[in-house]
């Protein structure tokens, strides 16, 4: 017994050290299990779903109080989206201050079957941005893999669509579905076209 509190003293020294050294401390102790840590009304105004981290996505019918859960376990989601028709969800996981899951996810949730239909690893802690294109066909993402990156993936089978490197931040669809921007860290706006990938625009003067 003396044995397993040493070792369990020891182990919560060193993270704290560690943690200390990180300057991750306050975030690490102030975050709790079971806490809702994101949430957002579907598009019909009729459901609203949250993440409860380390266990489930929920999502309460706001008429008659039925509630469906769909299990993903992981440690906090930073945001929640529905696609502008209400098909799927989309949440991504990990942040800067994160132990749990340090690399960063983007999971999509079918609303019709409540299962996990992509699962796809960032690169990164903090997922900058994504969207869902406004027919629910697509959806785009930014962050790290081996570079900076956004992708695009075709709903719902998850391929590939298209594929940007060097670049890392938010993301956007036009409201008519034929453009995407997206920001660099060289101060501008990047607008392409979704069919064909062709730059249509570099907007700039935005370090001033």
């Known amino acids: ?10 182990f919560y020294t060193f993270t704290f050290s560690w943690a200390k050294n990180k300057n991750i401390t306050r975030s690490f102790i102030s975050f709790k299990r079971n806490t809702i ?31 469906k859960k769909v299990k993903i376990n992981i440690a906090r989601s930073t945001n929640i ?19 749990a899951d340090p690399i960063g996810r983007i999971i999509i949730v079918s609303t019709k079957t409540k299962k996990v239909i992509i699962d796809k ?17 697509f959806f785009i ?8 990156q956004i992708i695009i993936l075709s709903l719902p089978n998850g391929r590939i669509v298209s594929k940007f ?18 920001t660099t860290d060289k101060f501008t706006i990047h607008i392409r076209a979704v069919k064909t990938g062709r730059l249509v625009r570099v907007l700039r003067g935005h370090s001033k």
């Open 1 to 10: 017994m003396k044995i397993k509190i040493i070792c369990i003293l020891i």
């Open 37 to 67: 840590c994101s949430m957002n009304f579907s598009p019909d105004s009729k459901n609203i779903s949250c993440y409860v981290s380390y266990l489930n996505l929920l999502t309460f019918n706001l008429k008659n109080k039925n509630e």
């Open 81 to 99: 989206k529905y696609s502008p028709n209400g098909k799927y969800i989309g949440l991504n996981f990990g942040t800067i201050t994160e132990f």
């Open 121 to 137: 690893k960032t690169g990164v802690r903090y997922t900058d941005g994504f969207d869902f294109s406004p027919n629910d066909k």
């Open 141 to 148: 993402y930014s962050g790290y893999l081996h570079k900076k």
């Open 165 to 182: 490197k060097g670049y890392n931040g938010p993301v956007k669809f036009s409201p008519c579905g034929k453009f995407f921007a997206y």
